[in-house]
T-cell receptor, first 114, second 110 residues
Framework: DGGITQSPKYLFRKEGQNVTLSCEQN?????MYWYRQDPGQGLRLIYY???????QKGDIAEGYSVSREKKESFPLTVTSAQKNPTAFYLC?????????????FGNGTRLTVT | GIQVEQSPPDLILQEGANSTLRCNFS?????LQWFHQNPWGQLINLFY???GTKQNGRLSATTVATERYSLLYISSSQTTDSGVYFC????????????FGAGTRLAVHP
């Protein structure tokens, strides 16, 4: 089945450790996105990538890093510099055609840092 | 500033009731989507509707781009409709970023 796979579903880390969240898609989509959601709030954009080997900061990029070495993969690293990393992280991809195409989301990763 | 505002923030319905959710946006858009987030956090595409009207079963949506608002209609609501409904837009102006509203939290009681 085609889709967006985020893993793991739940992730627990100690404060001060970096952690990498996986996002893989087999939809042949060019653009991929990472969003963060805090309890009771909407989604905020962390990073996005239009093509391989290129990515742009979103609204809340501080404390996060990404890479886009392959079209199918867009991993997000939450670094120790991120002050409040506990959140729900959602990855999305988008058909070619830019902003006229709908985004499709994975099922998310819940990160808890203690 | 650029904004996406949804109303009402919370809505409680009896099963079988109809409802209308509203999304106002502050500038012209290239992309507007409605999503339903279920209690497990899954974000489900409902409509891609930068303009016009679409229907899918008990749900329908209308976007009036010139007046900068979109409406999501839920008819004959069911308990499975509970969750949070998000409107998200990509504003015209060169930024390919989907910006979300704060959502409408819907609870449908039997």
């Amino acid at each position: 089945d085609g889709g967006i796979t985020q893993s793991p579903k739940y992730l627990f880390r100690k404060e001060g450790q970096n952690v990498t969240l996986s996002c893989e898609q087999n939809l042949n989509h060019d653009a991929m996105y990472w969003y963060r959601q805090d309890p009771g709030q909407g989604l905020r954009l962390i990073y996005y990538s239009q093509i391989v080997n290129d990515f742009q900061k979103g609204d809340i990029a501080e404390g996060y890093s990404v890479s886009r070495e392959k079209k199918e993969s867009f991993p997000l690293t939450v670094t120790s510099a991120q002050k409040n990393p506990t959140a729900f992280y959602l990855c999305a991809s988008q058909l070619p055609g830019g902003w006229n195409s709908p985004l499709h989301f994975g099922n998310g990763t819940r990160l808890t840092v203690t | 500033g650029i904004q996406v505002e949804q109303s009402p923030p919370d809505l409680i319905l009896q099963e079988g009731a109809n409802s209308t959710l509203r999304c106002n946006f502050s500038d012209s858009v290239n992309n507007l989507q409605w999503f339903h987030q279920n209690p497990w956090g899954q974000l489900i595409n409902l409509f891609y509707i930068p303009s016009g009207t679409k229907q899918n079963g008990r749900l329908s949506a209308t976007t009036v781009a010139t007046e900068r608002y979109s409406l999501l209609y839920i008819s004959s609501s069911q308990t499975t409709d509970s969750g949070v409904y998000f409107c998200a837009v990509i504003f015209s102006g060169g930024y390919n970023k989907l910006i979300f509203g704060a959502g409408t939290r819907l609870a449908v009681h039997p």
